[in-house]
Structure formats: C-alpha cells, structure tokens
Nanobody, 115 residues
Framework: VQLQASGGGSVQAGGSLRLSCAAS????????MGWFRQAPGKQRDVVGI?????RYADIVKGRFTLSWDPAENTAYLEMNSLKSEDTGVYLC????????????WGQGTQVTVSS
C-alpha cells in the first residue's frame, strides 16, 4: 500500500486547509486510516482516525473533519478555524485494524499557521 499526502501550505489563523491522502496498491489490506501531526520538538500525535467510525483528538473536535472517498481511495482532512498550534507536519497512515500498529505511511505535508 502506498500513501500520497498533499494539500499542506501556509495560512493565517482562522483560515482553512484541506489535506488529502491517496491510497494505492493493495488497498484491500487496509480498513483504517488516520491523520497524525508532529510539531517541531514534539512527539507525533493523532489528529483523527476513520474506519467504521470517525474519531478526533479533543484539540481538533469541532474544527477538523475527516472523510473517506472509497471511489477515489482517498482520505481527506478538512481543517477549519486553524490556530498557530496546529502548525506541524501532517502524516497519514493506514493499517488493517487487526494490526497493533500503522503499517503504511505517507510522506507528510507541512501545515504552517501564522497568527
């Protein structure tokens, strides 16, 4: 499975961005995708996960929306009301839910929010 993330960029606080994560290859092997964020000097944190349900980190609830387009094999992360603390490298991951860890990762896309 290969993951290609895109859509990052620079935006002012209060703005919006939409990230995409396109999956290709043996996509029948995955049934869960997640978005993660890594800020400079900090650990990688989960932003949202989508399988049969969609779950979000508390810090993005109400602002971010994660969706999956099965026809395109693409996960989207719609980010609204962005804050400076949302700055970081956003990575998408995928796994089979029977796996304890995410097996497949995209290359990451930078999001910079200026106040």
């Amino acid at each position: 499975v290969q993951l290609q993330a895109s859509g990052g960029g620079s935006v002012q606080a209060g703005g919006s961005l939409r990230l995409s994560c396109a999956a290709s290859g043996r996509t029948d092997r995955i049934d869960e995708m997640g978005w993660f964020r890594q800020a400079p000097g900090k650990q990688r944190d989960v932003v949202g996960i989508i399988n049969t349900l969609t779950r979000y980190a508390d810090i993005v609830k109400g602002r971010f929306t994660l969706s999956w387009d099965p026809a395109e094999n693409t996960a989207y992360l719609e980010m609204n009301s962005l804050k400076s603390e949302d700055t970081g490298v956003y990575l998408c991951g995928a796994r089979n839910s029977r796996s304890a860890l995410y097996d497949f990762w995209g290359q990451g896309t930078q999001v910079t929010v200026s106040s």
